[in-house]
Every structure is written in structure tokens, then in C-alpha cells.
């Protein structure tokens, strides 16, 4: 077992509320995710974020290959980045960059999320409703080892998993639009006789 803090470095993402420290001209839209922007199966759809200006950026604040978001607030949910987002994520994420060769950023994307409820639940040894974890709580998360080619077997069987959710997605998305079509159809029958 090692904790999320020994084998990851862990930000908070940007806090868009923070003061100007002086006027800049360097000003351009900036894609900024936010909670709601994470799906279900834990991927970011870059086509639907919103823009903000912001002062120009250091690159640290973007996203990168293999980065993890965990929403601090709310439903905690889990997102795993596989590929450069010129994105922000808002103050409500950590940022969380594996940096021990033994695990692998999916393995703890996908520890994280289907582990959860226990690992809230064991971080203050209550059952209070958790409203955020904390940084501090965040990092002292223990990850277990297990062997590479398990994370990468692990790996595969949640892309399975997010490609069958992803269709069910659209399959729900198509039902709603049919449904919608008849309901509309009956109606305007009967109103026209």
C-alpha cells in the first residue's frame, strides 16, 4: 500500500477568483472544466466547455496525458485525461500527476472511482454525509500495489466498461429524441383532428 500523496502530486485546480496582481493585455479564452463537465464514465468533452477570459497561463495550469481530476465537492467524481486538453480545471478539482513508475494513472483513476464510497466513508470514521475532502484527506488515501500487467488487465476492462457506458449513453439520448418525436406527433393528431 502507498498513499495517494507519496506516489502523486496533488494541485488544487485554478481559482478563478484570485486578484489580478496587475493589469495585463495578455488576455485570451481559456477552455474551463468544471464539475458538471465530467461524465458519468469519467471523460471530458472538450467541445462543450465553456470559455472564460483569463490572463495568459503558465503551462502547469492545463491538463496533460495521464492526469486525474477528482472533484473535492459534492459527488466526487473521477476523470482520467488521455490527451493534452488546453483546458483549466476550476478550484473545485485536484489535479493529481502519478510520478511512481509502479502504478499507473488509470490504475488510481479507476481505484479512485470504484472505490470511493469506501474510502470517504474510512477518511473520518463516520457516517456524516461528506460534503469535500480535504487535500490532506485526498493524499492519505492508501493505493494498493499490484503488479503492472494487473493495472494494465484493470485498464482494458474499464475501457470496455466506458465504451458500453458511452453507448448506452447515446442509446438513451436516441430513446429520449424517439419518444419525444411520438409524444409530439400524438398530440399535434389530436389537435388537428
Same mark, same amino acid.
Given at each position: 500500500?502507498?498513499?495517494?500523496?507519496?506516489?502523486?502530486?496533488?494541485?488544487?485546480?485554478?481559482?478563478?477568483?484570485?486578484?489580478?496582481?496587475?493589469? &495585463?493585455?495578455?488576455?485570451?479564452?481559456?477552455?474551463?472544466?468544471?464539475?458538471?463537465?465530467? !461524465? *458519468?464514465?469519467?471523460?471530458?468533452?472538450?467541445?462543450?466547455?465553456?470559455?472564460?477570459?483569463?490572463?495568459?497561463?503558465?503551462?502547469?495550469?492545463?491538463? =496533460?496525458?495521464? %492526469?486525474?481530476?477528482? *472533484?473535492?465537492?459534492?459527488?466526487?467524481?473521477?476523470?482520467?485525461?488521455?490527451?493534452?486538453?488546453?483546458? *483549466?480545471? !476550476?478550484?473545485?478539482?485536484?489535479?493529481?500527476?502519478?510520478?511512481?513508475?509502479?502504478?499507473?494513472?488509470?490504475?488510481?483513476? @479507476?481505484?479512485?472511482?470504484?472505490?470511493?464510497?469506501?474510502?470517504?466513508?474510512?477518511?473520518?470514521?463516520?457516517?456524516?454525509?461528506? @460534503?469535500?475532502?480535504?487535500? @490532506?484527506?485526498?493524499?492519505?488515501?492508501?493505493?494498493?500495489?499490484?503488479?503492472?500487467?494487473?493495472? &494494465?488487465?484493470?485498464?482494458?476492462?474499464? %475501457?470496455?466498461?466506458? =465504451?458500453?457506458?458511452?453507448?448506452?449513453?447515446?442509446?438513451?439520448?436516441?430513446?429520449?429524441?424517439?419518444?419525444?418525436?411520438?409524444?409530439? &406527433?400524438?398530440?399535434?393528431?389530436?389537435?388537428?383532428?
Amino acid at each position: 500500500m502507498s498513499r495517494l500523496g507519496e506516489i502523486a502530486i496533488i494541485k488544487t485546480g485554478y481559482n478563478f477568483n484570485r486578484p489580478t496582481t496587475s493589469l &495585463q493585455k495578455d488576455v485570451e479564452d481559456v477552455k474551463v472544466i468544471s464539475p458538471k463537465d465530467i !461524465s *458519468v464514465n469519467g471523460t471530458i468533452d472538450e467541445s462543450t466547455l465553456n470559455k472564460m477570459p483569463l490572463p495568459q497561463l503558465k503551462d502547469m495550469y492545463f491538463l =496533460k496525458p495521464n %492526469d486525474i481530476l477528482f *472533484v473535492s465537492k459534492g459527488n466526487f467524481n473521477v476523470a482520467w485525461v488521455n490527451q493534452e486538453i488546453k483546458a *483549466v480545471p !476550476s478550484s473545485s478539482f485536484y489535479k493529481i500527476q502519478i510520478t511512481d513508475n509502479n502504478f499507473t494513472s488509470e490504475y488510481v483513476y @479507476a481505484f479512485l472511482k470504484f472505490h470511493l464510497d469506501i474510502l470517504t466513508r474510512n477518511s473520518r470514521q463516520s457516517t456524516e454525509r461528506i @460534503a469535500t475532502l480535504t487535500l @490532506a484527506e485526498l493524499s492519505n488515501i492508501d493505493i494498493p500495489l499490484i503488479p503492472l500487467v494487473k493495472q &494494465q488487465q484493470l485498464k482494458r476492462i474499464i %475501457d470496455c466498461q466506458q =465504451k458500453e457506458l458511452e453507448i448506452l449513453e447515446k442509446l438513451k439520448h436516441n430513446l429520449n429524441i424517439l419518444t419525444k418525436g411520438i409524444f409530439t &406527433q400524438t398530440i399535434k393528431e389530436h389537435i388537428n383532428g
